[in-house]
């Protein structure tokens, strides 16, 4: 304890931990003031990738400053230099645990591909927890927050995503197969192909090279509801209400063009034999100057000669039923049987 001063009244002797230089200003000691720790400083080797505690402790870090804000213990004894680490921080992390010819898989490798996080998942809602394909035989490691997954892997099943080993795009939808829906299934598939991380040709190829895989049938099903040229998971939700209500499949994001050849728009679903189109619309529509664009260009689609039905996110999840028969109707009395 340092002596801090005597109290008026009584005279005595205030004490406090907090040093001070002989002119009353605060030393350069280590010390804690109002709650608040001086800033550790991490060795420059430390910071690339994932340490571990003794390593953090032979570079000269103390014991307690691995408890600082600055740093996230991602595993036991496994810290990285970040408050809020992202998932591609916490897999090169653990990465240091991975035993020889694993890789990261299933919701691990969809999210880090970029890939749409499937609607009312659980899995993915609680805190994510990283996924391994771990080849048999190999030791798996048993950390809180790693889930391990023995699977022989083929070396063209794989892929390197920014140094990172993970299972391909087309390996890793038909391993989503065995937890998501149908549905969601196929949002993943557009994705897929909308972000050229495959097609479908190595789609059917990844499916036939897996039979007997649980989820490998729903696979198979999704993979003939999966298009090409989808711009948002919402497009194929909207999409998939139609055809699983039994209607025909629509085209997909198709430029309408006047008699002259001009461009009027491109639209999000159309039946051409109709000339209805449908048109999700999301909360980005809500402001003010897309509201004013979106009906200017109802308004002109209407004019020559298309119908225009709009769609939102009630339509889709509440009350889908309701979205087929408006469909229908409009097809029906434009001609087009269904």
């Known amino acids: 304890m340092i002596v801090a001063g005597r109290h008026e009244g009584t005279g005595k002797a205030v004490y406090s931990n907090i040093p001070v230089d002989r002119f009353g200003g605060l030393s350069s000691a280590r010390g804690t003031l109002h709650g608040m720790s001086r800033p550790v400083s991490i060795p420059e080797q430390l910071l690339a990738s994932g340490f571990f505690r003794d390593e953090a402790l032979a570079a000269g870090m103390a014991p307690g400053s691995l408890r600082a804000r600055r740093l996230t213990r991602v595993s036991y004894g496994l810290y990285v230099a970040a408050a809020e680490p992202d998932l591609p921080t916490r897999c090169r992390a653990l990465g240091r645990l991975l035993p020889p010819g694993a890789v990261f898989g299933y919701d691990t490798a969809r999210a880090l591909l ?35 997954h023995a699977h022989t892997m083929p070396a063209d099943h794989t892929r390197v995503w920014r140094g990172l080993p993970i299972t391909s795009a087309a390996r890793t939808w038909v391993d989503l197969a065995q937890h998501l829906n149908l549905v969601e299934l ?7 192909l909308a972000a050229s991380l495959s097609d479908l040709t190595a789609l ?5 090279q897996c039979p007997g895989r649980r989820g490998i049938l729903l696979a198979r099903r999704a993979l003939s509801l999966v298009r090409t040229g989808v711009r948002s998971p919402m497009e194929t939700r909207t999409r998939l209400v139609l055809v699983l209500g039994g209607l025909p499949c629509p085209e997909i994001n198709v430029d309408l063009r006047d008699e ?31 509201f004013r664009y979106d009906l200017a260009r109802r308004n002109l689609l209407t004019r020559h000669g298309y119908r225009v039905l709009h769609v939102v996110d009630r339509d889709v999840f509440v009350q889908p039923h309701r979205l087929v028969d408006e469909t229908r109707l409009a097809l029906q009395a434009r001609g087009m049987s269904c």
Do not use: K
């Open 186 to 192: 196929v949002v993943v598939g557009d994705a897929v």
């Open 260 to 290: 002259f050849g001009q461009f009027l728009a491109c639209v999000d679903l159309f039946y051409r034999p109709a000339r209805v189109v449908l048109e999700y619309e999301g909360d980005h529509h809500r402001d003010r100057e897309t």
């Open 204 to 208: 059917t190829s990844m499916v036939e």
């Open 114 to 148: 970029g890939l749409p996080t499937p609607r009312n998942d659980q899995r993915t809602v609680a805190a994510p927890r990283v996924h391994l394909c771990v080849p048999p035989g190999q030791p798996v490691p048993h950390r809180a927050g790693l889930v391990a």
